[in-house]
């Protein structure tokens, strides 16, 4: 079963406008990743969070993680072509982590410009 | 640093066949994850080691599939005898810690094997 649920699957946006893409968990959450993948290609570092109510930035996009809610939103703001990918959330659901990191099957965003 | 290099690139193989994809991770990187992305299934752990040693295999699909990690600069992901549906893009990836890390997990460029 998919423990790791991202919503939308899929987003088009016109060039200026903000956007957010959210990761739910069915499972306690105890550190939450988000990636970027280009088609083709590996997936790229965004950042990581790992205590409730975090919130990290990183250029134009920001990540939260609501640990109540088991949930992380990453929030691009005036987007632009540059930002369209697949973006992915991966999550570590064992205590003390033994490096078994799940991922969501991403959201698919394209930029219009 | 060149990042996690994974070779080939692209595979192109008939069924039966057998298949070894390789990993190079990151110099000093003490973990070591081969995944697997389709599009069904999204991006899956298959296994990973730690230092050298797997850890966890419990994501390998089949006996058909076996990964080594002879030292700590190199690792294999054999696939033997290669089906159709075994067709995806296998990812290596490589970490200091899965745990205190605020880098991540470092990704390879990739493996697109298809299976004819």
């Known amino acids: 079963s998919q423990e790791l649920e991202q919503s939308p699957q899929s987003l088009i946006v016109q060039e200026g406008k903000n956007l957010t893409i959210n990761c739910t968990s069915s499972k306690t959450l105890y550190g939450l990743y988000w990636y970027k993948q280009k088609y083709g290609e590996g997936l790229i570092f965004l950042m990581m969070l790992q205590k409730g109510g975090e919130e990290k930035s990183h250029e134009k996009i920001t990540a939260k993680l609501d640990e109540k809610k088991q949930q992380s939103s990453l929030h691009i703001t005036a987007s632009q072509p540059s930002h369209a990918g697949i973006y992915l959330c991966?999550?570590?659901?064992?205590?003390?982590?033994?490096?078994?990191?799940?991922f969501g099957k991403g959201t698919k965003l394209s930029v219009k410009p | 640093d060149a990042g996690v290099i994974q070779s080939p690139r692209h595979e192109v193989t008939e069924m039966g066949q057998e298949v070894t994809l390789r990993c190079k991770p990151i110099?000093?990187?003490?973990?070591l994850f081969w995944y697997r992305q389709t599009m069904m299934r999204g991006l899956e752990l298959l296994i990973y080691f730690n230092n050298n040693v797997p850890i966890d295999d419990s994501g390998m699909p089949e006996d058909r599939f076996s990964a080594k990690m002879p030292n700590a600069s190199f690792s294999t992901l054999k696939i033997q005898p290669s089906e159709p549906r075994d067709s995806a893009v296998y990812f290596c990836a490589s970490s200091l810690s899965p745990v205190i890390s605020n880098y991540g997990y470092t990704f390879g460029s990739g493996t697109r094997l298809t299976v004819v």
């Open positions: 110099s000093g990187h003490d973990y």
């Open positions: 991966g999550a570590d659901i064992n205590v003390g982590s033994q490096g078994n990191l799940i």
